[in-house]
């Protein structure tokens, strides 16, 4: 894993139905923490925009943490 990627800031929040709720703010490595729960997205570290649908699922996010 890359170093530096782990300590930018994404948003998490849980996915149900239409609903999101949100889990909180934490570093990349922080949110790779978290249990592996389908319904868990993360904000894209780079674009930290919640508009437009940017959400990353947990695979996506250990693929950004290790590039």
């Known amino acids: 894993m890359v170093e530096e990627n782990l300590y930018r ?3 998490v ?7 999101r709720r949100d889990v909180g ?3 990349v490595r922080q ?3 978290l249990p592996d729960v389908p319904s868990l997205e ?16 947990r695979d996506q996010l250990e693929a950004y943490a290790c590039s």
């Not at 993360?42 to 699922?57: K, V």
């Open 42 to 57: 993360y904000t894209h570290p780079e674009l930290n925009s919640r508009t437009g649908n940017r959400f990353l699922t």
């Open 25 to 27: 703010i934490m570093t």
């Open 9 to 11: 800031i994404v948003e």
């Open 31 to 33: 949110a790779l923490e």
């Open 13 to 19: 929040s849980l996915k149900r139905g239409g609903d």
